[in-house]
């Protein structure tokens, strides 16, 4: 009994933890370091196959960049709205998927085990994504032709992707 006891006392004590913690967090506007209408910050990262690339790769185009974890259930939701549309042959912007705190070996296996194809790049030290924010994933970012962000979001909503690609087929 007093096993179970301590169990549950150790229990609400890390709820109560959490929830501290997650008071102290930044609102997602504090936590962003650009916003619509900024440049995108330029950064080169290499891709899972060895291939290095950078921002300014992309220029003349309209990119979306999306800054992910692998433990993120609504990363893989998004990531997951974004593969169907592939698979179902929407016309889609280049795209470059950011894994924040993974190494390759990491994304490497999280891509396989959903059959994602999109490029993707390990961050494990944050230094891309600390260009862009400073908590909060997933976040998606519609950068135009210019490398101007035109359309940012944070976090999950399922309307995000179908906006995201909309308007990045107007610049296409």
Same mark, same amino acid.
């Given at each position: 009994?007093?096993?179970?006891?301590?169990?549950?006392?150790?229990?609400?004590?890390?709820?109560?933890? #959490?929830?501290?913690?997650?008071?102290?967090?930044?609102?997602?506007?504090?936590?962003?370091? +650009?916003?619509?209408?900024?440049?995108?910050?330029?950064? %080169?990262?290499?891709?899972?196959?060895?291939?290095?690339?950078s921002l300014d790769d992309y220029r003349g185009a309209p990119l979306l960049l999306i800054m992910f974890d692998c433990g993120c259930p609504d990363c893989k939701m998004l990531l997951d709205e974004l593969h169907a549309a592939i698979a179902r042959g929407?016309? +889609?912007?280049?795209?470059?998927?950011?894994?924040?705190?993974?190494?390759?070996?990491?994304?490497?296996?999280?891509?396989?085990?959903?059959?994602? %194809?999109?490029? @993707?790049?390990?961050?494990?030290?944050?230094?891309?994504?600390?260009?862009?924010?400073?908590?909060?994933?997933?976040?998606?970012?519609? +950068?135009?032709?210019?490398?101007?962000?035109? @359309? @940012? #979001?944070?976090?999950?909503?399922?309307?995000?992707?179908?906006?995201?690609?909309?308007?990045?087929?107007?610049? @296409?």
């Open positions: 009994m007093r096993r179970v006891l301590r169990n549950i006392v150790l229990a609400a004590l890390a709820v109560i933890a #959490t929830a501290c913690v997650s008071e102290n967090l930044p609102s997602k506007e504090e936590s962003s370091k +650009v916003y619509e209408g900024d440049m995108a910050p330029k950064f %080169t990262t290499t891709l899972l196959d060895g291939t290095e690339v929407e016309s +889609v912007p280049a795209i470059l998927a950011i894994g924040r705190d993974s190494d390759a070996a990491l994304i490497e296996q999280y891509r396989e085990n959903n059959g994602y %194809t999109i490029p @993707m790049a390990p961050d494990p030290d944050r230094a891309v994504y600390g260009l862009y924010a400073s908590t909060y994933v997933p976040r998606a970012y519609l +950068v135009d032709a210019k490398g101007r962000i035109a @359309m @940012m #979001t944070i976090e999950y909503d399922d309307w995000y992707m179908s906006e995201l690609l909309n308007r990045a087929r107007a610049m @296409m």
